[in-house]
Structure formats: structure tokens, C-alpha cells
């Protein structure tokens, strides 16, 4: 059975880059007495095709603010479109901290970003649904780093088969892992704006007379400098 966990999400800021704000607190297993835990926390997002994250700014995050570690299936495109664009899967992963009352406890503050949607003749705006992530708790006794791995941990090989690897602290067989209760979880919501079918013909008119005028006045330029 999943191991139980209280996890609260939020959709923060509007527009096509919000950040999604996720706290997960949970009891850990029990250790002998005397032993410390380490103890860290993975989430595994799915990201429909409608939003993406930027690697690389997210690894500038982890280095320079602390974030949570990123692992991404896959290279992310940023410039396509919905329409063509695949959805992805991410991994991120937080050490936790010890709380007062034995809980351990992982934010994770992630910025994402929306992509452009087809335009519509309906609507002035479409919805992009977010789904809860999957969660799962990784906890190892003592003080020595846990010994990196390239095979799964066998309670993870359902929910990750998508990654050849997997981050240590989830990967050794030295650690203890838990699957964490999510089922209370709710998708996010949010709308991005989206171009108006009928302004194609004056939209198309527009660029097209900008772009020629622009080439006009390069080709003008051109031509005077020469003579």
C-alpha cells in the first residue's frame, strides 16, 4: 500500500510562465534507535504537450538556489507549438527536511511554461490541465552516500521504466523506498490566451506588408550605399 503523505499543489502566477508549487510532508519508516535518516523525495510529473520546463533553467536553479534536482526523458523542443509537440516525463528530486514533530518534509518550486495553442473561432482562451505527479520517498540510514546505481530500484519499475537511470538516492539498493499516497491530489488548471480564427486574413495581410516593406528598405539601403 502506498505509504501516507500530505501533499498540497498550487498553480502560481498566470499567463504562459507559472510556476507550479508542490509541498509533500510524510512520517518516514522507522529507523533503530540511534540511527539518523536521510531522507529525500521524487516526483515524477507528466507534462501533456501543452507545457514544458526549461532544463536548463531549472539546473541553474539547482545550482545557484538549491532547487530540486531535474532529470528529463528525452530532449525538450521550446519553440513548437501544442499541436506538435510530444508530452514528456520528469523527475525531480529534493532532500528533505526534519521537522519538529519527526516528519520529513520537501518543497518543490518549479517554473513551467505553456505553449501557443490553435487558434480558435469559439473561444478566446484555452484550458491546460496539469495531472497530480506521482511521488515517492527514498530514506537511507547512516552517513554514507548512497552508492550510485544504473539499475531501478524494484519497488520504482512500474512507475519508471521510462528512465535508463534514476537518481542514486532512488537507484541503491541500500536505501528504503516508498511509493507515497497521492490519491488525494487534484490537477492543476489554467487558460493561455489563443489567436481568434476570423483576424487570420488582416493578421496575415499585416505581416505580409510589414515583411515586404522591410525587405524594401534593406534592398533600398543596399542600393544607395553602393552608389
Request: hydrophobic content about 45%.
Amino acid at each position: 500500500a502506498p505509504h501516507p503523505a500530505r501533499v498540497t499543489r498550487a498553480l502560481e502566477g498566470s499567463g504562459f510562465h507559472p510556476t507550479v508549487r508542490t509541498l509533500v510532508q510524510t512520517q518516514p519508516p522507522h529507523a533503530p534507535a540511534g540511527v539518523e535518516q536521510r531522507c529525500a523525495v521524487m516526483l515524477l510529473e507528466h507534462l501533456p504537450r501543452e507545457v514544458y520546463v526549461d532544463v536548463y533553467q531549472l539546473q541553474e536553479l539547482t545550482r545557484v538556489d538549491g532547487a530540486a534536482e531535474v532529470h528529463v526523458q528525452g530532449a525538450i523542443d521550446l519553440e513548437k507549438p501544442s499541436s506538435v509537440s510530444p508530452p514528456h516525463t520528469v523527475l525531480f528530486v529534493k532532500e528533505c527536511e526534519l521537522l519538529a514533530n519527526g516528519e520529513v518534509s520537501a518543497e518543490f518550486v518549479v517554473p513551467v511554461h505553456l505553449r501557443y495553442q490553435p487558434p480558435s473561432a469559439t473561444s478566446a482562451a484555452a484550458p491546460v490541465r496539469l495531472p497530480p505527479p506521482l511521488a515517492f520517498l527514498s530514506c537511507v540510514s547512516g552517513d554514507a552516500a548512497a552508492p550510485p546505481q544504473t539499475r531501478t530500484h524494484s519497488v520504482l519499475a512500474t512507475y519508471v521504466s521510462c528512465f535508463p537511470t534514476l537518481p542514486a538516492r532512488f537507484a541503491s539498493s541500500e536505501a528504503s523506498v516508498h511509493v507515497l499516497d497521492v490519491s488525494q491530489v487534484q490537477e492543476l488548471a489554467s487558460a493561455v490566451p489563443v489567436g481568434q480564427l476570423e483576424a487570420a486574413p488582416i493578421v496575415t495581410a499585416v505581416t505580409t506588408s510589414v515583411t515586404l516593406a522591410g525587405m524594401l528598405a534593406v534592398c533600398v539601403a543596399i542600393l544607395t550605399r553602393s552608389w
